[in-house]
Nanobody, 114 residues
Framework: QVQLAESGGGLVQAGGSLRLSCAAS????????MGWYRQAPGKQRELVAF???????NYADSVKGRFTISRDNAKNTVYLRMNSLKPEDTAVYYC????????WGQGTQVTVSS
């Protein structure tokens, strides 16, 4: 059974930082592209960042220079370091694993107050 468990969300003031974690089980973590998506109220889910099995990364323009995605294959975990947070970063953040199938976590709430 595949499980993606996000953690690290919370309430932070604008300009602050958070680090999200996503621990995966039930998949061969190292061969999966891992991504972070977010969905704000009333909006569609959007890609925030992803990291491939070889370590290549890609970011949404809105988070470039502020967010960093990384992975630890030994721990089956992907991280999202979020700095200089803005109120518009407020959303539920979801972890995604993709290789032959696509799997999602339950999400973790990030709220940035102004």
């Amino acid at each position: 059974q595949v499980q993606l468990a996000e953690s690290g969300g919370g309430l932070v003031q604008a300009g602050g930082s958070l680090r999200l974690s996503c621990a995966a089980s039930g998949i061969i973590f190292s061969i999966n592209t891992m991504g972070w998506y977010r969905q704000a109220p009333g909006k569609q889910r959007e890609l925030v960042a992803f990291i491939t099995s070889t370590g290549s990364t890609n970011y949404a323009d809105s988070v470039k220079g502020r967010f960093t995605i990384s992975r630890d294959n030994a721990k089956n975990t992907v991280y999202l370091r979020m700095n200089s947070l803005k109120p518009e970063d407020t959303a539920v953040y979801y972890c995604n694993a993709q290789k032959f199938d696509s799997y999602w976590g339950q999400g973790t709430q990030v709220t940035v107050s102004s």
